[in-house]
C-alpha cells in the first residue's frame, strides 16, 4: 500500500539546484535508506518528503490521516520537564485521548449512563487508545530510553540540563516511541554507542512504521533498508536493495560509463586523425564531413561516483619494533568521581589494530591519550619501542584561532612540499581548485575532518591512533578510510562505533563498560584476543554466563585481573546489575506483550486480508514476537531470586 508518492520534486536554494527532479513513492512497511556526501541536500529532500518544507516544483501526495514523525540531526530541547515526562508527552494523540477518557470515567463513577453516538465515541476512543498502546505508554518509554543509553538515573533530570548527544537521543527516542506510518530519522546513530546502535536496529527491523533513515553508518543500511535513494550532485538515484547492493551496481554502473568515456575517447582520435591526414588533400570533402561528425559527437556523462570518491594511501617512514607500545599497571580517575580503569596492562604489538570501543563516557579517549603520550595516567608505566613515530587524531580538534586558508593549514603540516605538490595532496582528500584558498574556519564538520586526515596520512606515522575518525564523514570518505587503513603496513589504535570498520581492521578488542548499564562482566575493561565477529560471540556467552555465574568465563579481562576458576560468591555490583536486568526485562515484556495484542488486533482486521501476503507477514511476525516473550520470561525467572 502507498502511503506517500512524489511526482517530478525538486528544490533550490539561491538559484542552485539541490536535487531533482525526483519521482517515487513510499509504501507501508517499507524502510528506506538515504546516502549521499556531506551537503548534497538529503536533508532537505528528507523535509520536503515530511511536508516541512515546500518543493520549489513537482507534487507529493500523502495518504488520509497519515501520522509523521521526524527526528531533526541537531534537535532543539529546551523543557523543564524530566526526560521520561517529555518523552510520554510528545505522544500527544495517546495523552489528547487519556485526557478525554479520564474525563468520561469521571462520568461513569458519578453514576451518570452514556447513550447513542456518545457511547460509540467512548468506546472508539477506548479502542483507539489501546491500538495505540496507550497502556504500556511508560513501560515503552523506559524501555527505549534505556535501550538508547538514557538510563533510570535520567528519566527525572530536567531536559535543558542534558548534553547536546543525549537531546540528540531523546529526539530519536521521540521519533520511536509513537511509532507512526512513516518515521524520518536524520542520521540516528550519531552520539550512540554500540549497544544502542543494535538496540535500535531491532526496533526499526521489528516496527511496523515506513522508515526514511539518512545514515553514513553501512552496517545499518545493510542490516535495516530494502531501497536506496542516493544525493549526488543535485541527481536523485533510487534504486531497489540495501546500501551494499547499490554500491555494487553504482560501481558497475561507475565501470560502463568509463568504457563508454575510453570508446569515445578512441573515436575521437580516430576522426581527428583521419582529418589531419586528409583535410588538404583529395579527401577534402570526407575530411569537412568528419569534422561536422565530430561535432555532433557528445561525450558520455562522467560518473558522478569517480568526481565525489577520495583517493587516499598511508606511506610509512620506517618500521617500528616488534613492540609498539608496552603497558603495565595502569590507572586513571579523577577527584570526586569513579575511577575509570585500573591495574590495565597491554601489549601493542606492529602490524595489529586494536580496537577500543564500549559505552560514552568509560575512558577510551582517556586511554588513547595515555598510549598517545599526551596524558600521564596517576599509576603505571608505558614503554614505547624503538623508531615508533606515532600521529593521534583526537575525536574533538580546535580550528585554528587565525583565520587561515587550507592550503596554509596543510602547509605547515606539510612544510616540506611545495605549492603544487600541497594542491595535489589536497586534492586526493577533494579540496581542488579554489577550495585550497578557502578558510578553514568556514569548512563544514565533514570537510574538517578529511582535512586533518590529509594531515595525519601525509605524517606517514607508523603508529595512528584514531578517536572517532569517521565522526562527520560521509558515506564515500569512510569507504576510502576504510580501504586506506586496510592497505596499512603500520600499526593502529582505534577508536570507533562504526561495525563495518570494526569488522574488516580489528584485529583485537577493548571492551570498556561502565556500571549501571547491566554489563557482562565485572571489570571495566576486558580485552578479547580475536576480531569483532569474535568479540560478539563472547560477549554473548558472558552475558549468558552472568545469569549463570558459575559457567567459566570465556573472555579474559585485562591482564593484571585474574581469572576465577570455580563457584563465587556474587559481589554486591554484580548484584545490582542482575537487579537492573530483572527490571529491564520486566519493561521489555510488557512492551512485547504490548506488540503481540497489537499484531492480534490486525490480523483481526478484515482490511489486513485484503492486502497481498500482508497477513503472513504479521504472523510470521507475531511468531517471532512470542518466541521473544517466552525467551524474555526464561530470563527473568531465573533472576527472580535477586528481588
Given amino acids: 500500500m502507498t502511503l506517500l508518492s512524489f511526482v517530478e520534486i525538486s528544490k533550490s536554494f539561491s538559484g542552485h539546484l539541490i536535487f531533482g527532479p525526483a519521482t517515487g513513492i513510499i509504501r507501508r512497511g517499507e524502510r528506506i535508506g538515504v546516502v549521499g556526501p556531506n551537503g548534497s541536500g538529503k536533508t532537505t529532500f528528507c523535509r520536503v518528503l515530511a511536508g516541512l518544507d515546500r518543493p520549489e516544483a513537482g507534487e507529493i501526495h500523502l495518504g488520509k490521516n497519515l501520522r509523521l514523525s521526524y527526528m531533526e540531526q541537531e534537535p532543539e530541547l529546551d523543557s523543564e520537564r524530566g526526560v521520561l515526562d517529555e518523552l510520554t508527552a510528545s505522544c500527544s494523540e495517546i495523552r489528547h485521548l487519556e485526557k478525554k477518557i479520564a474525563e468520561y470515567g469521571k462520568r461513569l463513577d458519578a453514576g ?201 594511501e598511508i606511506d610509512i617512514s620506517r618500521n617500528s619494533a616488534s613492540v609498539v607500545i608496552e603497558a603495565s599497571g595502569l590507572y586513571m580517575g579523577w577527584p570526586g568521581r569513579e575511577t575509570l580503569f585500573e591495574n590495565l596492562d597491554l601489549t601493542l604489538m606492529r602490524g595489529e589494530t586494536l580496537a577500543i570501543i564500549g559505552d560514552n563516557g568509560t575512558g577510551k579517549s582517556t586511554l588513547l591519550e595515555i598510549l598517545a603520550g599526551n596524558l600521564l595516567p596517576n599509576k603505571g608505566l608505558i614503554d614505547r619501542g624503538r623508531d615508533v613515530n606515532p600521529a593521534c ?88 578510510l576504510q580501504n586506506t587503513l586496510d592497505e596499512y603496513s603500520g600499526t593502529v589504535v582505534l577508536i570507533t562505533h562504526d561495525r563495518e ?38 560477549r554473548a556467552e558472558r552475558e549468558r554466563a552472568l545469569i549463570k555465574p558459575e559457567c567459566s568465563e570465556p573472555a579474559r579481562p585485562s591482564r593484571a585481573k585474574k581469572k576465577d576458576s570455580g563457584p563465587r560468591q556474587l559481589s554486591k555490583n554484580e548484584i545490582r546489575r542482575l537487579k537492573e536486568r530483572k527490571a529491564y526485562l520486566e519493561s521489555e515484556i510488557a512492551g512485547l506483550e504490548d506488540r503481540r495484542q497489537a499484531l492480534q488486533l490486525d490480523l483481526a482486521d478484515p482490511g489486513t486480508y485484503k492486502q497481498q501476503g500482508r497477513a503472513a507477514e504479521l504472523a510470521k511476525t507475531l511468531e517471532t514476537v512470542k518466541g521473544e516473550i517466552e525467551e524474555a520470561y526464561r530470563e527473568w525467572e531465573q533472576l527472580l531470586e535477586y528481588d
Fill in 501 to 538: 570498520l570494526l569488522s574488516v581492521l580489528a584485529t583485537r578488542i577493548l571492551e570498556f563498560s561502565s556500571t549501571g548499564r547491566a554489563a557482562a562482566s565485572t571489570d571495566k575493561v576486558v580485552e578479547y584476543d580475536g576480531d569483532y565477529s569474535y568479540y560478539k560471540q563472547q
Fill in 112 to 312: 451518570e449512563k452514556l447513550h447513542g453516538r456518545e457511547l460509540e465515541r467512548y468506546g472508539a476512543m477506548m479502542d483507539r487508545f489501546e491500538r495505540l498502546g496507550g497502556y504500556s505508554l511508560t513501560s515503552r518509554a523506559e524501555k527505549i530510553l534505556t535501550g538508547l543509553g538514557l538510563g533510570p538515573e535520567t528519566f527525572n533530570q530536567p531536559v535543558n540540563s542534558l548534553s547536546g548527544g543525549q537531546k540528540s537521543r531523546l529526539a530519536l527516542a521521540m521519533a520511536l516511541i509513537g511509532e507512526p506510518d512513516i518515521m524520518f530519522l536524520d542520521e540516528p546513530t550519531n552520539h550512540l554507542d554500540l549497544r544502542a546502535i543494535e538496540f535500535l536496529e531491532n526496533f526499526l527491523l521489528e516496527t511496523t512504521s515506513s522508515v526514511v533513515v539518512i545514515s553514513h553508518d553501512r552496517a545499518l543500511l545493510d542490516k535495516v533498508t530494502g531501497r536506496t535513494v542516493e544525493l549526488l550532485d543535485s541527481h536523485v538515484t533510487i534504486r531497489p536493495g540495501n546500501y551494499s547492493a547499490f554500491s555494487r551496481w553504482a560501481h558497475e554502473e561507475a565501470g560502463r560509463l568509463e568504457r563508454e568515456r575510453k570508446n569515445y575517447e578512441r573515436k575521437v582520435e580516430k576522426i581527428e586523425e583521419f582529418i589531419r591526414r586528409n583535410i588538404y588533400g583529395q579527401k577534402t570533402k570526407q575530411a569537412q564531413s568528419r569534422r561536422k561528425m565530430l561535432a555532433r559527437l557528445k561525450p558520455p556523462p562522467t560518473s558522478r561516483r569517480a568526481l565525489n570518491a577520495p583517493n587516499w
Fill in 393 to 480: 587524531l583526537p575525536q574533538r580538534v580546535s580550528r585554528p584561532a587565525e583565520r587561515r586558508s587550507v592550503l596554509d593549514f596543510m602547509s605547515a603540516r606539510a612544510p616540506e612540499l611545495t605549492v603544487g605538490e600541497l594542491r595535489n595532496l589536497l586534492a586526493r582528500f577533494l579540496f581542488t581548485g579554489e577550495q585550497v584558498e578557502q578558510s578553514v574556519d568556514s569548512l563544514s564538520e565533514g570537510e574538517f575532518r578529511r582535512l586533518l586526515l590529509a594531515g595525519l596520512i601525509h605524517s606517514k606515522a607508523n603508529l595512528l591512533l584514531l578517536d572517532e575518525p569517521t565522526n562527520h564523514l560521509d558515506i564515500y570518505s569512510r569507504e576510502a
